[in-house]
């Protein structure tokens, strides 16, 4: 009898492990790292707190895409590596209204609209250092808009 319950309780831990994170994606402690070309399906476990997400296909980020599920408002630091699409889109970002860090790295962005970054009011930190074409006047009209409060 007590082999038996030990093996159940291992299948359980088992099944609860691989139930809190996608399948495209490695979940340590409270972190995610997932390589998806859109992030607007992966489930995440309730612990974690930040993500990395790598070969993300820009023209997927809409203002829907991390909105619709309510497990991003959790997310306090996400880094975004992404590929292709020459913009980044109005209200993209809304959804993730717990995010302290934000980086977004893609080298085919040249443009971003105003309000790219509406809904993040606990903003701290922002990164978009390897984004190497992005043109700095409309980079500015962001950074200088009322969505950003608080960067240090």
Same mark, same amino acid.
């Given at each position: 009898?007590?082999?038996?319950? @030990?093996?159940? +309780? &291992?299948?359980?831990? %088992?099944? =609860?492990?691989?139930?809190?994170?996608?399948?495209?994606?490695?979940? $340590?402690?409270?972190?995610?790292?997932?390589?998806?070309?859109?992030?607007?399906?992966?489930?995440?476990?309730?612990?974690?707190?930040?993500?990395?997400?790598?070969?993300?296909? @820009?023209?997927? +980020? &809409?203002?829907?895409? %991390?909105? =619709?599920?309510?497990?991003?408002?959790?997310?306090?630091?996400?880094? $975004?590596?992404?590929?292709?699409?020459?913009?980044?889109?109005?209200?993209?970002?809304?959804?993730?209204?717990?995010?302290?860090?934000?980086?977004?790295?893609?080298?085919?962005?040249?443009?971003?609209?105003?309000?790219?970054?509406?809904?993040?009011?606990?903003?701290?930190?922002?990164?978009?250092?390897?984004? $190497?074409?992005?043109?700095?006047?409309?980079?500015?009209?962001?950074?200088?808009?009322?969505?950003?409060?608080?960067?240090?």
């Amino acid at each position: 009898m007590y082999p038996t319950v @030990a093996l159940s +309780l &291992t299948v359980c831990m %088992f099944i =609860a492990c691989s139930s809190a994170c996608s399948t495209s994606c490695v979940c $340590i402690k409270d972190k995610a790292t997932c390589r998806t070309p859109d992030p607007s399906g992966i489930v995440l476990g309730d612990n974690i707190r930040k993500v990395v997400l790598h070969d993300l296909n @820009a023209s997927f +980020l &809409t203002n829907n895409t %991390f909105s =619709a599920n309510p497990q991003w408002s959790q997310i306090e630091t996400l880094e $975004i590596w992404a590929n292709g699409g020459e913009s980044l889109g109005s209200r993209v970002f809304t959804g993730l209204s717990g995010l302290t860090y934000l980086g977004y790295h893609n080298e085919h962005m040249f443009y971003m609209e105003y309000d790219a970054f509406y809904g993040l009011d606990h903003l701290k930190e922002l990164d978009f250092s390897t984004n $190497i074409r992005l043109q700095t006047s409309s980079f500015l009209i962001s950074m200088y808009s009322k969505n950003l409060p608080r960067l240090n």
